[in-house]
Nanobody, 126 residues
Framework: QVQLVESGGGLVQAGGSLRLSCAASGSIFRSNVMGWYRQAPGKQRELVAA???????NYADTVKGRFTIARDNAKNTVYLQMNSLKPEDTAVYFC????????????????????WGQGTQVTVSS
């Protein structure tokens, strides 16, 4: 089992910044991907950004150039630095982790399970 604890959400004005953190504990595989998803009211959950344990990252087009994902493998923690926030970034942000076949891969290993945090609210006012 893996536990994920998120922090850092809140209310910010448009153009402002927030930093989210997610600390993982439990049975964490060495090769994994940690990522951030978000879900706005009435919408499906969508990928925001993800980073492999080897340091490869990818981003949703809507956040490229504004958000930066980073991780500290020694602390099993992933961060999401969000700059130039827009009202459309308002959502509940969820941390996710799953195991992969290689440290720099995004391909799931056999039997890989998704683990989720409880979510943290980000609200951007106009």
């Amino acid at each position: 089992q893996v536990q994920l604890v998120e922090s850092g959400g809140g209310l910010v004005q448009a153009g402002g910044s927030l930093r989210l953190s997610c600390a993982a504990s439990g049975s964490i595989f060495r090769s994994n991907v940690m990522g951030w998803y978000r879900q706005a009211p009435g919408k499906q959950r969508e990928l925001v950004a993800a980073i492999s344990s080897g340091g490869r990252s990818n981003y949703a087009d809507t956040v490229k150039g504004r958000f930066t994902i980073a991780r500290d493998n020694a602390k099993n923690t992933v961060y999401l630095q969000m700059n130039s926030l827009k009202p459309e970034d308002t959502a509940v942000y969820f941390c996710n982790v799953y195991s992969t076949i290689l440290p720099s891969s995004f391909i799931r290993s056999s039997g890989s399970l998704d683990y989720w945090g409880q979510g943290t609210q980000v609200t951007v006012s106009s």
